[in-house]
């Protein structure tokens, strides 16, 4: 692959880890990242709070919303591109992983409505309205920002160990295995439609009121989750630059192209798609956490098969198997999804369609590979 | 003297006609007190004299009319003394006997038991039917007269029956206890619940009646076990033949050709509205005719959703062979064009498709067990479409070029069959049978832009366990996964049951990593 093209070959093991972890990314791509926090973190800040409304250059609170939401779809498309770009598992089941995370955090942000609700209960309204008396055994513990942070990690990687172990070991692959991670998560968006399943049923969790005693709609608290979500975004790019190019990325990879010679030469690759598959399905669970505080409502919806496949468009317009394009696909797709919503509802339907189309026939590479392809072309002219 | 003997012959005509009623109880009829009407009712059904059935009929359609003393029938037309049966003028003070629910059950009951008496054995038997539930101990005599009349075997015993509830609470334990016993034989939620006071010291005094009891409680629940076992192996058959269709253009498109084709429901969903189509336009240009749509939607549904895969399969499936992902989001790409394209055209409501009046009613094979029609012909119209599909691949010449590519697309190409023409043709093949699926479809659920969305998990279910390759496999898998979806519906509830088949299959898959008949030999692991 291209992306691994550029690196210079280190001694595994005997670097330090921060070193290791800084020639994970050359200089241009640090520049950039610090470029993309400052932005995050103070200028959006700054626009956002100190300028007036009128002024154009003023972010409103429904830009910093939308942004922050695409940086939530862009950790899960690079989650997804992770397993698909370099492991080769196209997984149709990473909605599932992204709702658990958001209904883990969405019971903690559910307990800290309080006796807000509508029926001034200490139990969720929906439970009041099922006639509930007391908290599930699931919900003990949901009042605590740790538990509820624990939660967001440890299910996603709890079912995706299960799971992949399971469906790895007995080498499902390929397409069987993107139709079962489709079913796996059909069958949990049905779960969670169920009143009595006791995550809301149809309408999930909304009206949220605090987080950490902070109102949760204040423009202060709205910043303060944007920030956390790009340095989470940025922390997960970095992250993945560095376990890519780590010699088990380097297996990874190699198991993506040839997975019987890999086992010939002495690999289990069980471990390494497992390892991979839990690492994707965790940051979608981070991702998911971050959604639902910054969006206000999760809801079985979020399971849906469409919402699953439609995350493997935004990595595949980007660009499978580079880091930076599953962020410009899940970016681009998602603002041309908001524009076309508002102006052509009618239409989106026909341009995502399409976009699978065009995306899939004629730009294998997404747009970072016809950007490459153009940059090369043009040094191709001059030389 | 003779006109006194005139008299006395017409007096004794009208009473041969109409008089066999007590004309005290007829009057009673109209007493203030309901109980003392019901008490009417059934002292007149318990003497079952002729005559009494039409005056309980007009009762109960409110045409009974009192005035003073005297009750007329009024028609409409023309008027009738309820006591002498003479035609007569209704008086002008006259009211209609007022009739209140508890009354109308009565009434029902009455003119059921009188009923067992008509000459016409359909009559009877409708009748002995209604009297299965909620039959009152004042019944208890028309009914044994009736059973002792009666002829036929089949009416014999529903009468039994029916005469058994009558005398559960008897006075006489011995009748008690001959009731419980006839009961034992029938296979009713309304008898067990009738049965199970019985067992117990507070609602039966004697002990060989409880036991008795006990006894036939016991059997009745082992049939009942065993009626809802067949109920649920009927409606498993028919989720699996409605599988089957869902999955059988997906067998060929998957199974055997290898493409992931995620827009397989959308062209269920195009059979679906080809269905409705052909409602509307005979609805329009003939109405008369109207029922017959049906039939005329099944090679449209085939040609259009056929059209629809030939282009898919030209315009964008041909430059993905092989590359089995990419083909995966190609082919949702085009489900979600071909889902908006249904809203543009039909709006995104759901449309409604109605059954032809053929389909309507079902076929009772056990009491408590009615199998509709449209599930039965939906049945049988899955085996007919299979039947076809393995006509089609086994004996002609389409079906061997296409086993032929299949299984070596080089070796088939040098000797001349022309791949990629079978390749268009297999695929417009499999679209077609989708196509035909829906027509199924729109006889059972929602006909909608989205409908197809919900079948294509559960048809790839179908294909991945019955293994690629085959039509048996998706044969076997459909049916069993229907059924055995189905039973544990009825014993987890729709949703753990779904979950449930999903673990199996999931763990089966862990077993038999191929489905059910693996392709054996070298094509096995490709």
């Given at each position: 692959?291209?992306?691994?093209?550029?690196?210079?070959?280190?001694?595994?093991?005997?670097?330090?880890?921060?070193?290791?972890?800084?020639?994970?990314?050359?200089?241009?791509?640090?520049?950039?990242?610090?470029?993309?926090?400052?932005?995050?973190?103070?200028?959006?800040?700054?626009?956002?709070?100190?300028?007036?409304?009128?002024?154009?250059?003023?972010?409103?609170?429904?830009?910093?919303?939308?942004?922050?939401?695409?940086?939530?779809?862009?950790?899960?498309?690079?989650?997804?591109?992770?397993?698909?770009?370099?492991?080769?598992?196209?997984?149709?089941?990473?909605?599932?992983?992204?709702?658990?995370?958001?209904?883990?955090?969405?019971?903690?942000?559910?307990?800290?409505?309080?006796?807000?609700?509508?029926?001034?209960?200490?139990?969720?309204?929906?439970?009041?309205?099922?006639?509930?008396?007391?908290?599930?055994?699931?919900?003990?513990?949901?009042?605590?920002?740790?538990?509820?942070?624990?939660?967001?990690?440890?299910?996603?990687?709890?079912?995706?160990?299960?799971?992949?172990?399971?469906?790895?070991?007995?080498?499902?692959?390929?397409?069987?295995?993107?139709?079962?991670?489709?079913?796996?998560?059909?069958?949990?968006?049905?779960?969670?439609?169920?009143?009595?399943?006791?995550?809301?049923?149809?309408?999930?969790?909304?009206?949220?009121?605090?987080?950490?005693?902070?109102?949760?709609?204040?423009?202060?608290?709205?910043?303060?989750?944007?920030?956390?979500?790009?340095?989470?975004?940025?922390?997960?790019?970095?992250?993945?630059a560095w376990l890519v190019k780590s010699k088990f990325g380097r297996v990874l990879?190699?198991?993506?192209?040839?997975?019987?010679?890999?086992?010939?030469?002495?690999?289990?690759?069980l471990w390494y798609k497992l390892t991979i598959w839990v690492i994707s399905a965790?940051?979608?669970?981070?991702?998911?956490?971050?959604?639902?505080?910054?969006?206000?409502?999760?809801?079985?919806?979020?399971?849906?098969?469409?919402?699953?496949?439609?995350?493997?468009?935004?990595?595949?317009?980007?660009?499978?198997?580079?880091?930076?394009?599953?962020?410009?696909?899940?970016?681009?797709?998602?603002?041309?999804?908001?524009?076309?919503?508002?102006?052509?509802?009618?239409?989106?339907?026909?341009?995502?369609?399409?976009?699978?189309?065009?995306?899939?026939?004629?730009?294998?590479?997404?747009?970072?590979?016809?950007?490459?392809?153009?940059?090369?072309?043009?040094?191709?002219?001059?030389? | 003297?003779?006109?006194?003997?005139?008299?006395?012959?017409?007096?004794?005509?009208?009473?041969?006609?109409?008089?066999?009623?007590?004309?005290?109880?007829?009057?009673?009829?109209?007493?203030?007190?309901?109980?003392?009407?019901?008490?009417?009712?059934?002292?007149?059904?318990?003497?079952?004299?002729?005559?009494?059935?039409?005056?309980?009929?007009?009762?109960?359609?409110?045409?009974?009319?009192?005035?003073?003393?005297?009750?007329?029938?009024?028609?409409?037309?023309?008027?009738?003394?309820?006591?002498?049966?003479?035609?007569?003028?209704?008086?002008?003070?006259?009211?209609?006997?007022?009739?209140?629910?508890?009354?109308?059950?009565?009434?029902?009951?009455?003119?059921?038991?009188?009923?067992?008496?008509?000459?016409?054995?359909?009559?009877?038997?409708?009748?002995?039917?209604?009297?299965?539930?909620?039959?009152?101990?004042?019944?208890?005599?028309?009914?044994?007269?009736?059973?002792?009349?009666?002829?036929?075997?089949?009416?014999?015993?529903?009468?039994?029956?029916?005469?058994?509830?009558?005398?559960?609470?008897?006075?006489?334990?011995?009748?008690?206890?001959?009731?419980?016993?006839?009961?034992?034989?029938?296979?009713?939620?309304?008898?067990?619940?009738?049965?199970?006071?019985?067992?117990?010291?507070?609602?039966?005094?004697?002990?060989?009646?409880?036991?008795?009891?006990?006894?036939?409680?016991?059997?009745?629940?082992?049939?009942?076990?065993?009626?809802?076992?067949?109920?649920?192996?009927?409606?498993?058959?028919?989720?699996?033949?409605?599988?089957?269709?869902?999955?059988?253009?997906?067998?060929?498109?998957?199974?055997?050709?290898?493409?992931?084709?995620?827009?397989?429901?959308?062209?269920?969903?195009?059979?679906?509205?080809?269905?409705?189509?052909?409602?509307?336009?005979?609805?329009?240009?003939?109405?008369?005719?109207?029922?017959?749509?049906?039939?005329?939607?099944?090679?449209?549904?085939?040609?259009?959703?056929?059209?629809?895969?030939?282009?898919?399969?030209?315009?964008?499936?041909?430059?993905?062979?092989?590359?089995?992902?990419?083909?995966?989001?190609?082919?949702?790409?085009?489900?979600?064009?071909?889902?908006?394209?249904?809203?543009?055209?039909?709006?995104?409501?759901?449309?409604?498709?109605?059954?032809?009046?053929?389909?309507?009613?079902?076929?009772?094979?056990?009491?408590?067990?009615?199998?509709?029609?449209?599930?039965?012909?939906?049945?049988?119209?899955?085996?007919?479409?299979?039947?076809?599909?393995?006509?089609?691949?086994?004996?002609?010449?389409?079906?061997?070029?296409?086993?032929?590519?299949?299984?070596?697309?080089?070796?088939?190409?040098?000797?001349?069959?022309?791949?990629?023409?079978?390749?268009?043709?297999?695929?417009?093949?499999?679209?077609?049978?989708?196509?035909?699926?829906?027509?199924?479809?729109?006889?059972?659920?929602?006909?909608?832009?989205?409908?197809?969305?919900?079948?294509?998990?559960?048809?790839?279910?179908?294909?991945?366990?019955?293994?690629?390759?085959?039509?048996?496999?998706?044969?076997?898998?459909?049916?069993?996964?229907?059924?055995?979806?189905?039973?544990?519906?009825?014993?987890?509830?729709?949703?753990?049951?779904?979950?449930?088949?999903?673990?199996?299959?999931?763990?089966?898959?862990?077993?038999?990593?191929?489905?059910?008949?693996?392709?054996?030999?070298?094509?096995?692991?490709?």
């Amino acid at each position: 692959m291209s992306a691994t093209s550029s690196v210079l070959p280190l001694p595994a093991g005997r670097v330090p880890l921060t070193l290791r972890v800084f020639a994970a990314l050359d200089r241009k791509a640090w520049i950039a990242l610090a470029v993309f926090l400052a932005l995050a973190l103070v200028v959006v800040p700054v626009l956002n709070l100190a300028l007036p409304p009128e002024s154009i250059f003023h972010v409103s609170a429904y830009a910093i919303t939308l942004i922050g939401k695409i940086m939530c779809y862009a950790l899960v498309a690079v989650a997804m591109d992770l397993i698909w770009g370099y492991g080769g598992i196209l997984s149709l089941g990473h909605g599932l992983f992204f709702a658990l995370g958001g209904y883990a955090f969405g019971m903690y942000l559910m307990r800290q409505i309080g006796r807000d609700g509508s029926y001034q209960s200490d139990l969720p309204d929906f439970m009041v309205f099922l006639d509930w008396k007391e908290l599930p055994w699931f919900w003990l513990g949901s009042d605590s920002f740790g538990w509820a942070a624990f939660l967001v990690v440890a299910l996603p990687a709890a079912v995706a160990f299960v799971f992949g172990y399971f469906a790895f070991r007995s080498r499902i692959k390929g397409v069987y295995f993107s139709i079962i991670t489709q079913a796996l998560t059909y069958a949990a968006m049905l779960l969670f439609f169920r009143n009595e399943t006791g995550f809301g049923g149809n309408n999930g969790f909304t009206d949220f009121k605090r987080i950490l005693g902070y109102p949760i709609t204040a423009p202060e608290t709205r910043l303060v989750l944007f920030g956390l979500t790009a340095i989470a975004l940025a922390a997960t790019l970095v992250f993945a630059a560095w376990l890519v190019k780590s010699k088990f990325g380097r297996v990874l990879t190699a198991i993506r192209d040839a997975e019987s010679r890999v086992m010939f030469i002495g690999y289990n690759p069980l471990w390494y798609k497992l390892t991979i598959w839990v690492i994707s399905a965790v940051l979608c669970g981070i991702a998911g956490a971050l959604y639902v505080p910054q969006v206000g409502i999760i809801n079985p919806s979020e399971m849906s098969a469409a919402n699953s496949i439609e995350i493997a468009i935004w990595v595949a317009v980007g660009g499978r198997g580079t880091l930076i394009g599953p962020v410009i696909g899940a970016f681009t797709v998602n603002l041309a999804k908001s524009w076309f919503t508002v102006s052509f509802p009618e239409y989106w339907l026909f341009f995502l369609g399409l976009l699978f189309i065009v995306v899939t026939l004629l730009l294998p590479q997404g747009l970072v590979g016809l950007w490459k392809k153009i940059i090369s072309k043009k040094q191709g002219a001059s030389a | 003297m003779k006109k006194r003997l005139l008299t006395f012959l017409l007096w004794a005509t009208s009473l041969g006609a109409l008089a066999a009623p007590d004309p005290a109880l007829v009057r009673q009829l109209a007493a203030d007190d309901n109980s003392d009407k019901i008490a009417a009712i059934q002292q007149l059904t318990a003497a079952a004299e002729p005559g009494t059935a039409k005056l309980l009929q007009a009762m109960a359609d409110d045409s009974l009319y009192v005035a003073g003393d005297k009750l007329y029938v009024y028609d409409g037309e023309k008027t009738v003394d309820a006591l002498n049966g003479e035609t007569a003028e209704l008086p002008d003070g006259a009211e209609t006997i007022t009739v209140n629910n508890r009354l109308r059950g009565e009434l029902a009951n009455a003119l059921a038991a009188l009923k067992l008496f008509d000459a016409d054995r359909a009559v009877r038997l409708a009748a002995a039917r209604e009297l299965q539930s909620q039959v009152g101990a004042e019944l208890a005599g028309v009914l044994a007269k009736a059973r002792d009349q009666e002829q036929d075997a089949e009416i014999k015993s529903l009468l039994a029956l029916a005469h058994a509830q009558a005398t559960l609470q008897d006075a006489d334990p011995a009748v008690r206890l001959a009731a419980v016993n006839t009961l034992a034989a029938a296979a009713s939620p309304a008898v067990k619940s009738l049965l199970l006071p019985l067992t117990e010291a507070g609602g039966e005094s004697d002990e060989k009646v409880r036991a008795a009891a006990s006894a036939a409680l016991k059997s009745i629940e082992r049939s009942l076990a065993w009626m809802d076992t067949l109920a649920g192996i009927f409606s498993g058959l028919s989720l699996g033949s409605i599988l089957l269709l869902a999955a059988l253009g997906l067998a060929i498109t998957y199974g055997v050709m290898g493409i992931i084709n995620m827009a397989h429901g959308e062209l269920l969903m195009i059979g679906a509205y080809s269905a409705y189509a052909m409602q509307s336009l005979f609805r329009a240009w003939a109405p008369d005719y109207v029922d017959w749509y049906l039939p005329a939607a099944i090679p449209v549904a085939f040609f259009a959703a056929a059209a629809v895969g030939v282009l898919m399969e030209r315009t964008v499936i041909r430059w993905l062979y092989g590359r089995t992902l990419e083909t995966l989001l190609a082919t949702w790409g085009l489900s979600l064009i071909l889902i908006q394209a249904a809203r543009v055209l039909f709006g995104a409501q759901n449309v409604e498709v109605a059954n032809p009046s053929w389909m309507s009613g079902g076929v009772e094979l056990l009491p408590n067990l009615i199998l509709p029609w449209n599930r039965v012909i939906i049945i049988g119209f899955a085996l007919f479409v299979l039947f076809l599909v393995w006509v089609l691949m086994n004996k002609t010449r389409l079906g061997m070029f296409v086993r032929a590519v299949t299984q070596n697309r080089a070796m088939a190409g040098c000797v001349g069959v022309p791949t990629a023409r079978i390749d268009t043709m297999a695929f417009a093949l499999g679209a077609g049978i989708a196509g035909l699926g829906g027509v199924a479809l729109s006889q059972i659920s929602n006909v909608g832009p989205d409908m197809g969305q919900g079948y294509i998990v559960d048809s790839f279910m179908v294909v991945v366990v019955g293994g690629v390759g085959q039509l048996a496999g998706a044969v076997w898998a459909a049916l069993g996964l229907g059924i055995f979806s189905k039973l544990l519906e009825g014993w987890a509830g729709a949703v753990i049951a779904k979950i449930m088949i999903l673990v199996a299959i999931i763990i089966f898959i862990q077993k038999r990593p191929q489905g059910i008949f693996a392709l054996k030999g070298r094509f096995a692991d490709q």
